[in-house]
């Protein structure tokens, strides 16, 4: 299975970014794809995932601000992000498990500043 994330980068606070995340290597529409964060000095938390069922949950922390959604035919899976805050600043990482096995992305650079 091999995850390739994009669409990272540089964004004032109160703007907008779409991750994307292209899977291949798995049957995909049968795996909950996750994106997760590292921001410096702490440590990797869930932002947010989406079963085959298209059952989502997110973290307290961008309910309302964060989309999470999946294209099935195009193998991929996008985090649409919207009021971004300084505490967003992280690396974005996405995420799938298969045979027991954990997945994950190279990360891409989410950086909030004025």
């Known amino acids: 299975v091999q995850l390739q994330a994009s669409g990272g980068g540089l964004v004032q606070p109160g703007g907008s970014l779409r991750l994307s995340c292209k899977a291949s290597g798995t049957i995909f529409r049968f795996n909950t794809m996750a994106w997760y964060r590292q921001a410096p000095g702490k440590q990797r938390e869930l932002v947010a995932d989406i079963t085959s069922n298209f059952r989502i949950q997110y973290a307290d922390s961008v309910k309302g601000r964060f989309t999470i959604s999946r294209n099935n035919v195009n193998r991929i899976v996008y985090l649409q992000m919207y009021s971004l805050n300084p505490e967003d600043t992280a690396v974005y990482y996405c995420?799938?498990?298969?045979?027991?096995?954990?997945?994950w992305g190279q990360g891409t650079q989410v950086t909030v500043s004025s």
């Open positions: 995420n799938t498990q298969q045979n027991g096995l954990q997945f």
